[in-house]
């Protein structure tokens, strides 16, 4: 089912946290929301539950107009961050609620309920209460819930943050496995950008209630739209330089170099990701510095170097034996640099 | 060690000292006997003679005086229906006014907990002028009350909302709940005299129904201000994940709120029972033969020849074990860890 939100807007009273937000969901797609606090993105999430009202826009799921519609009419399925599982109730009677709100036959409850207990492996949990579960259980309760009932779509709200690490990864894997099972259009906020980049057919990033780019992780990755994309995506973060740029060639205090465009601005950014940056000679790279900081990570190391007055990291092998202070070049290909306006933040094409 | 240091400090991490113990210890049980001896005093009171209760120091049956059971004899077979009466009496009334008001009251404490109400002052200020106005037309010019009461009504329906567009002012939540409170922190005696002659205008002096809806709306602010504070506990993430499964706003307040906060409930059950149970002040103004209940029953025990304690002794166990046994009943639902296992931190 597709889910469209119409130049949505919400504030509360003065405070705008939502802008004008527009944005399609294709059916059974898996749209990630990712933002930092205060983006924007459980607001959005919430609208299209129907937990907040819209101050402006329209919200569609199919082509229903549910933008005034109660929650329990529009038929989507919710998945807290905090579970909200009913502390009363036994697991089992937890998962059929849906059911048993809806006034299903008992029979069709029984076996909805085991189908699904069996799918996230808690057939044997049943008649537990949620206190004596663990955090995954009771995770998988919750994903348990909002599948029974085979919704039209299936909000999560960062259901994974509660999770130590190790559990985070697996439940990730078994998500992604279960949503191309069942072919759910889901929408997942998270500030995680792992699990967007992992768990994402497309990433839409929110920043201060606005939309910066809605793209597939790998477009997102490799071609981010502008400055806040590029140092939000990529662990360590993009390295940014100021500069100018001249018929495609970028100077700055740290060194001058061509880049892939033939473009001019007076106030221009170059961002580089550690990874496409190699470690050469002082006198053979484009930039040239020294060595500040380095790091082993394990499988590789991280070489932070000051040229000029800007702060460069690079990604070396990790037999990497480098001493703080020694002079050092940076070397990279002409495309893998990107630039941005300084001002608007906007990549220059 | 010194004897102080050994009488003072603990033999382990888990124990008190000695001094320690001796104090605690002695402490309870000098309080425990403050508060049992009175039940212990009424009890053989209820078994003694009459000249035995006024003569003196008189404690211990078989000991200091023989034991018999005139009073209960005649509380119970001469007096049968006339104990029955306030007893059944006090039951019923308590038992209904604690129901309405538990269950207005809780449903009024949530509203004000999950939505937000924003009542305009100039409504509430134009309510009040022109009910005074009603008034001052009723009482002083001898309009019919009920044309005064519709154009009243009329024109507050058609000026609320012009007055709410210039005085722009509005209260909250909190205001209406304070409010609400602040009922109760009149004293009952205040209004006694109104509500007698409100009943009396009607004709329902010395009914059990005059007295049930008194002490509904005397207890329902105490109901609001409890429940308010159990119902903020519960985390809104439960109604929500109700509401988007398919439940009504009553099926999520009577299925999911209501089982969480019970203990909340039957505490303030028990409480508003027993303030029901125990009420004089109103239960003399407004009942007679009919609806007494048994506080005004014991004390009117107190006849010309003075109080007949023994009687009275009676009839106040009577009234105390019913609420002590329903007390240690309901206990174990005053449980801890209601909410454990809804959400996670």
């Not at chain 1, 036959?105 to 663990?134: C, G, M, T």
Request: aromatic content about 8%.
């Amino acid at each position: 089912m597709t889910i469209i939100l119409d130049q949505a807007s919400k504030s509360f009273g003065s405070v705008e946290v939502l802008r004008a937000l527009s944005l399609e969901v294709k059916p059974g797609e898996f749209l990630v929301l990712l933002g930092a606090s205060g983006s924007g993105k459980t607001t959005a999430l919430r609208m299209i539950a129907g937990l907040e009202s819209v101050t402006s826009g329209r919200i569609l799921i199919g082509s229903r107009d549910v933008t005034n519609v109660l929650p329990k009419n529009r038929d989507v399925a919710m998945v807290f961050q905090s579970y909200a599982l009913y502390p009363h109730k036994t697991v089992f009677e937890n998962i059929a609620y849906p059911l048993t709100v809806r006034k299903r036959p008992k029979a069709e409850i029984e076996k909805s309920v085991r189908d699904v207990a069996q799918q996230v492996q808690l057939d044997h949990l049943l008649e537990r209460y949620p206190r004596q579960l663990s955090g995954g259980q009771r995770q998988r309760v919750a994903l348990a819930r909002a599948i029974v009932r085979r919704p039209s779509a299936f909000l999560m709200d960062e259901p994974l943050s509660n999770l130590d690490a190790k559990l985070r990864g697996h439940m990730r894997a078994e998500l992604k496995h279960m949503q191309h099972e069942l072919g759910i259009t889901t929408i997942y906020v998270t500030h995680d950008q792992i699990e967007a980049m992992t768990l994402a057919h497309r990433v839409a990033i929110l920043e201060r209630g606005v939309l910066q780019q809605l793209d597939t992780p790998a477009n997102i990755y490799n071609r981010p739209a502008n400055l806040f994309v590029a140092g939000f995506i990529g662990s360590p973060p993009m390295n940014v330089l100021e500069g100018s740029l001249t018929d495609g060639r970028f100077d700055c205090s740290a060194g001058s170099f061509g880049t892939a465009s033939r473009a001019s601005g007076r106030a221009v950014v170059a961002g580089l990701r550690p990874e496409d940056g190699r470690l050469a000679a002082p006198g053979q790279g484009k930039l040239t510095g020294e060595i500040y900081a380095s790091e082993l990570i394990g499988d590789h190391t991280l070489v932070t170097c000051r040229c000029g007055d800007a702060t460069v990291t690079v990604k070396a092998d990790k037999d990497f034996a480098g001493s703080i202070g020694q002079p050092i070049g940076i070397g990279f290909e002409e495309r893998a640099v990107h630039l941005f306006d300084k001002a608007s933040g906007e990549r220059l094409q | 060690m010194s004897v102080l240091k050994r009488l003072t400090e603990p033999k382990s991490l888990d124990t008190m000292s000695p001094l320690g113990a001796v104090l605690v210890y002695g402490g309870l049980i000098l309080w425990s006997l403050v508060v049992l001896f009175p039940l212990y005093w009424i009890a053989i009171t209820s078994l003694k003679l009459p000249i035995h209760v006024s003569a003196g120091p008189v404690y211990l049956p078989f000991v200091d005086f023989l034991p018999d059971l005139h009073a209960w004899r005649y509380i119970f077979v001469d007096l049968g229906n006339d104990t029955l009466r306030p007893y059944l009496n006090s039951i019923v009334v308590a038992l209904v006014s604690t129901m309405l008001a538990m269950l207005i009251g809780s449903m009024a404490a949530y509203a004000l907990s999950r939505l937000e109400f924003a009542p305009r002052l100039a409504s509430i200020l134009l309510f009040i002028l022109l009910g005074a106005v009603m008034i001052v037309a009723v009482a002083g010019f001898g309009v019919p009350w009920w044309i005064a009461a519709v154009v009243a009504l009329a024109l507050f329906l058609l000026l609320a909302r012009a007055a709410g567009r210039t005085m722009r002012a509005s209260l909250g939540n909190g205001d209406i709940l304070f409010w609400i409170i602040s009922q109760r922190i009149l004293p009952p005696v205040v209004a006694a005299l109104p509500i007698y002659v409100m009943f009396q205008t009607l004709g329902m002096l010395d009914t059990r129904t005059a007295l049930i809806a008194t002490y509904t709306t005397v207890n329902l602010p105490i109901v609001v201000w409890l429940m308010y504070d159990f119902f903020v506990t519960i985390p809104k993430d439960l109604e929500e994940s109700a509401s988007l499964d398919g439940a009504s706003r009553f099926a999520i307040f009577f299925g999911i709120v209501l089982p969480l906060a019970r203990p909340g409930l039957v505490a303030t059950g028990l409480l508003v029972l027993i303030l029901a149970w125990n009420e004089y002040l109103l239960a003399l103004f407004l009942s007679s033969a009919n609806a007494q209940t048994m506080p005004v029953l014991v004390a009117a025990q107190n006849a010309t020849r003075g109080p007949q304690w023994w009687y009275m002794s009676v009839l106040i166990l009577l009234m105390i074990l019913p609420v002590i046994f329903l007390t240690l009943l309901l206990q174990r639902f005053i449980a801890k860890g209601m909410l454990l296992g809804a959400v996670k931190g």
